[in-house]
């Protein structure tokens, strides 16, 4: 099974911009990989914002993107807020097995 | 509205067994594949298990495998999993997960339920 690695925490300024990305032990993320982001903020559930790499949900915020970015998944948040500081968890899936990421804990300071 | 409502969790034993629900409403359930997905206590999310809208095909991370069977009643829009062996490292809130599909072809996670808290301990 694959491991799934992210940043473990990110620092982002208001307003400014920040890239998490996801990366596998097999290889190059792709597609195929079907990528997912989830949010999680402190004491709630998470909630799912990006699937299939690049797809958002109806309440995903547009400073919200995903996409592939130098072999590995990439989440970009443009335009911090302060309600952004959370717990970011990927998904991967391969083989028919889904491996989440241990987790970026980003800081919005 | 879309509500995913877990319940049946609590403190068991080591060795123990316990049955997880998670009662769905505001969508048609028997049309949507359905997962558990676990967190412990300060730690990550963990794929658990899936199933398919109509409880055919299931799926078992390697860590639960012959312990925990989900299942589903599709007259009751109700998803479970049942419990045995517990072990220590089991103890996590458990969260009950909506599918966009019908099937675990490939994964397409949406709404989260909040989660049963399970802690396994003597």
């Known amino acids: 099974q694959a491991v799934v690695t992210q940043e473990p925490s990110l620092t982002v300024s208001p307003g400014g911009t920040v890239t998490l990305t996801c990366g596998s032990s097999?290889?190059?993320?792709?597609?195929?990989?079907?990528p997912y982001w989830f949010q999680q903020k402190p004491g709630q559930a998470p909630r799912t914002l990006i699937y299939?790499?690049?797809n958002k949900h109806s309440w995903t915020p547009a400073r919200f993107s995903g996409s592939l970015l130098g072999g590995k998944a990439a989440l970009t948040l443009s335009g911090a807020q302060p309600e952004d500081e959370a717990d970011y968890y990927c998904?991967?899936?391969?083989?028919?097995?889904?491996?989440f990421g241990g987790g970026t804990k980003l800081t919005v300071l | 509205e879309v509500q995913l409502v877990e319940s049946g969790g609590g403190l068991v034993q080591p060795g123990g067994s316990l049955r997880l629900s998670c009662s769905a409403s505001?969508?048609?359930?028997?049309?949507?594949?359905m997962h558990w997905v676990r967190q412990a206590p300060g730690k990550g999310l963990e794929y658990v298990s899936a199933?398919?809208?109509?409880?055919?095909?299931?799926y078992y991370a390697d860590s639960v495998k012959g312990r925990f069977t989900i299942s589903r009643d599709n007259s009751k829009n109700t998803l479970y999993l049942q419990m045995s062996s517990l072990r220590a490292e089991d103890t996590a809130v458990y969260y009950c997960?909506?599918?966009?599909?019908?099937?675990?072809?490939?994964?397409?996670?949406?709404?989260w339920g909040q989660g049963t808290l399970v802690t396994v301990s003597s």
């Open positions: 505001g969508f048609t359930f028997s049309s949507f594949a």
């Open positions: 199933i398919t809208s109509n409880g055919v095909s299931t």
């Open positions: 997960v909506k599918d966009r599909k019908s099937t675990l072809a490939r994964p397409g996670f949406d709404f």
């Open positions: 299939d790499t690049s």
């Open positions: 097999t290889g190059a993320v792709t597609s195929g990989h079907y």
């Open positions: 998904l991967l899936s391969s083989s028919g097995d889904r491996v």
